[in-house]
C-alpha cells in the first residue's frame, strides 16, 4: 500500500476506496484524486509545509469560511443561483487532517464534479462568469469579521515589502548575468518605486478596509460547469486570509485580461483586454456592489496597475536570488515571466483613462 493510499484510508469518505492517483499540475501542493465505490471521488493533499508551515491555520480558516457561506446561503433567498463549495472530510477519529510519520500535513476534500478549468478567456461571456463568481464570493463573505481568521501567508500582497526585498537582492546580485531585459526590468521598477504604496497608503489611512479574501484569483482557480459553462465554484482556498478585496480584483483582471499568458514567447503580444475587463467588472459589481465604498471604487484601477507589478517584480527578485521560489524550465524563464508581467503594466498605464471610465459608468 502506498503512503497516498495509507493516507485516505484514514479518512472517512463515505465507501470503500477504490484508487488513488496523482491528480493536477498544481506547483505547491501533492494533490490526488480518491475513486471511492459509491461513485463519488474526493480530493487528498499534502500541504507544502515550505510555503505553509502552520496547515493547520489553513484548515481553520477553511472551516470559518465554509461555515459562514453556508450560513450565507442559507438565509440569502434572493440570490437566482449560488456558488459550490468542497466538503471537508472527517478522518475516522473525527479530526479534519492527517499527519504522517514524516510530518507531512494531509486533508481530504469533496471532488466538484463535472468541472474544468480555464488558462484563458475565449470569449466575453467566459468573463461574465468570472466577474459573478468573483463577485458573489465577496458577497459572501463581506460579513466575516476577519480577525477570525489567521494569515496563512502574512506579508502576502504587501508591495512594499517585496519591493525592499528586490532592493536588497538588487544590490546582492554578483552572479546574474548582465543583459538588456535585465536591465529593461531593473529600470521599470526603478521609475515606478512609488507605485509600490498605490494601495498599502490608503490601507494605513483607513480608506480601504480589510476583508477575508481569496489571495489567489488567477483565471484557472475557477471551475465551470462542462455543459452549460457557468462558474459554479472558486477552488484552492489555502490563501483565504484578511487582506484588501482590490488584491483580488486585481489578480483576477491581471490573470484573465492578458490572453497571451504568462510566459509568452513572443512579449508584443501582451495587452489588457478592456472588453474582458468591462465584463469581469461589470457582473462583479452586480453581484457585490451593494457594499463597496466609495473610496473601494476609487482604488480598483490603482489595483489592477498594482497587481501585474507585484507579480513582475516578484519574478524578478526571484530571478535575482538564483529562481529558489517560482520553479522554472530555463535559467532567465522568471527574467522573462517578469518582462510580461511590466508589459501587462504598461499596458494598463496607456489605458488608464478608458479602464476608470467604464469603472466610473458601472458604479451606479
Not at 3 to 23: N, S
Not at 353 to 360: F, G, V
Request: hydrophobic fraction near 40%; aromatic fraction near 8%.
Amino acid at each position: 500500500m502506498t503512503l497516498e493510499q495509507d493516507i485516505a484510508a484514514a479518512f472517512d469518505l463515505g465507501g470503500r476506496i477504490v484508487d488513488v492517483r496523482p491528480y493536477g499540475h498544481g506547483l505547491i501542493n501533492d494533490t490526488f484524486v480518491v475513486s471511492i465505490d459509491t461513485g463519488h471521488r474526493a480530493i487528498l493533499q499534502r500541504i507544502n509545509r515550505h510555503v505553509f508551515p502552520r496547515p493547520e491555520q489553513i484548515m481553520d480558516n477553511l472551516r470559518a469560511l465554509t461555515d459562514h457561506i453556508r450560513r450565507r446561503q442559507t438565509s440569502d433567498k434572493a440570490a437566482a443561483r449560488e456558488l459550490q463549495w468542497p466538503r471537508i472530510f472527517s478522518t475516522r477519529n473525527g479530526e479534519d487532517s492527517v499527519v504522517d510519520a514524516h510530518g507531512g500535513f494531509w486533508r481530504a476534500m469533496g471532488f466538484i464534479e463535472n468541472t474544468h478549468t480555464l488558462e484563458t478567456i475565449t470569449d466575453t461571456s467566459q468573463a461574465e462568469e468570472v466577474g459573478f463568481a468573483l463577485g458573489r464570493f465577496h458577497a459572501l463573505i463581506h460579513d466575516l469579521d476577519p480577525s477570525r481568521l489567521h494569515e496563512t501567508l502574512p506579508g502576502f500582497h504587501n508591495a512594499p515589502n517585496y519591493l525592499a526585498r528586490f532592493a536588497a537582492a538588487s544590490i546582492r546580485r554578483r552572479e546574474t548575468p548582465d543583459n538588456a531585459e535585465l536591465r529593461n526590468c531593473l529600470s521599470f521598477v526603478e521609475t515606478r518605486r512609488n507605485l509600490a504604496d498605490a494601495l498599502e497608503a490608503p490601507r494605513r489611512e483607513g480608506k480601504l478596509l480589510s476583508r477575508p479574501i481569496h489571495g489567489d484569483t488567477k483565471l484557472n482557480n475557477f471551475l465551470f460547469a462542462v455543459e452549460s459553462g457557468r462558474a459554479v465554484s472558486l477552488i484552492d482556498l489555502d490563501t483565504v486570509q484578511p487582506g484588501l478585496f482590490h488584491f483580488d480584483i486585481g489578480d483576477c483582471l491581471r490573470s484573465c485580461a492578458n490572453s497571451a499568458g504568462e510566459s509568452p514567447e513572443d512579449i508584443t503580444a501582451v495587452h489588457f483586454d478592456l472588453d474582458i475587463c468591462h465584463a469581469v467588472i461589470k457582473h462583479y459589481f452586480f453581484e457585490a456592489g451593494a457594499f463597496l465604498t466609495p473610496h473601494d471604487h476609487r482604488y480598483i484601477y490603482d489595483a489592477i496597475r498594482l497587481i501585474p507589478f507585484e507579480l513582475g517584480l516578484r519574478f524578478l527578485t526571484d530571478h535575482l536570488e538564483g529562481n529558489h521560489y517560482f520553479k522554472v524550465d530555463w535559467p532567465d524563464q522568471n527574467l522573462h515571466r517578469a518582462l510580461v508581467q511590466f508589459a501587462l503594466t504598461t499596458s494598463i498605464e496607456r489605458n488608464e483613462a478608458r479602464i476608470k471610465s467604464l469603472i466610473k459608468a458601472l458604479e451606479t
